[in-house]
Structure formats: C-alpha cells, structure tokens
C-alpha cells in the first residue's frame, strides 16, 4: 500500500514538476510582454498562469493526503524517517521533488525580476501622466477668449 502511495506521490510530482515548467514558460514570455509594454498579452499571459496554479494547488493538495496516509502507515512524524531501503522508488520521489525546487527557484527570480520591472513601468507611466496634466495646464494658462473686442487673459 505504501509502494503504491509513493508511486502515486511521484506521478504527481512529475505532472506538477510539467505544469511548473509552462508556467516558467510563460514567466519567461510575460517578461518579454513587459518589457514591450505589451498590456493585451500580458492579461492573457496572466489568465493562463493563473490556470495552471490552480491545477499546481489541486496536485499539491492530492500529495499532502497521500503524504500524510504513507506518514501514518509507516507510524513517522518525518518522511526522511522511512527506510529508502525498504521503498527504492522514495529516491525517485526525492529527485523530481528537487527538481520541482529547482524550478521553483528560477520562477521566484524571474517573478522578482517581473516584478522591478512592473514597478519600473508603472513609475514611467506615473511619470508620463503627471508630463501631460503639467502641458494642460500651462496650456489652459496661456489660452486666451475673445469677448467681442475685448481680450480676455488667463494667465495664472
């Protein structure tokens, strides 16, 4: 039963260690989208992220239940406690569990990188704003009506 858990764990693993590539994937184009200013993408990058962490937080929520029974069936508190000798295919589980923290690495880097990139955007675009509102007013300022013959200054 617990061969089975184990084995069923790893499946898991690898679907999420799958799914944690396309959304690196995507990670990876959504900076591109960034840098161009690419407002349109960028939401349907973000849609399809917000997919696949879902589906990332299902499979995690699966593994926990099955971590949890194969912790109860071997009478562990800790999973490193269980004999690797006794179930080989908990080194198979081991490695794809690194390679999901690898991936999770380079994510939580380029996502920080994305991030300073955001910021540094929505800062040119602030600054931008504030560019336009100073040329209306000062246009609005020196703008000038005329009353029949009279000439009408606004200059503030």
Do not use: C
């Not at 013959?149 to 503030?156: A, E, G, P, V």
Request: charge should be neutral.
């Amino acid at each position: 039963m617990t061969e089975n858990n184990i084995n069923k764990m790893i499946k898991l693993s690898m679907d999420k260690k799958n799914k944690l590539v396309e959304i690196l994937d995507f990670t990876n184009v959504q900076e591109k989208a960034i840098k161009e200013d690419n407002t349109e993408e960028l939401s349907k990058i973000l849609v399809q992220k917000d997919r696949l962490m879902k589906s990332v937080d299902d499979l995690d929520k699966e593994f926990v239940s099955l971590y949890e029974r194969v912790k109860a069936e071997e009478n562990v508190d800790n999973f490193r406690d269980i004999d690797v000798t006794k179930y080989e295919s908990l080194k198979g589980l081991k490695d794809v569990v690194e390679e999901i923290n690898r991936i999770l690495d380079k994510l939580t880097q380029l996502d920080k990188r994305n991030m300073e990139n955001m910021k540094d955007s929505l800062n040119k675009t602030k600054s931008d704003l504030k560019q336009v509102k100073e040329v209306q007013r000062a246009y609005k300022g020196y703008s000038y009506e005329e009353s029949g013959s009279i000439l009408i200054d606004k200059k503030k």
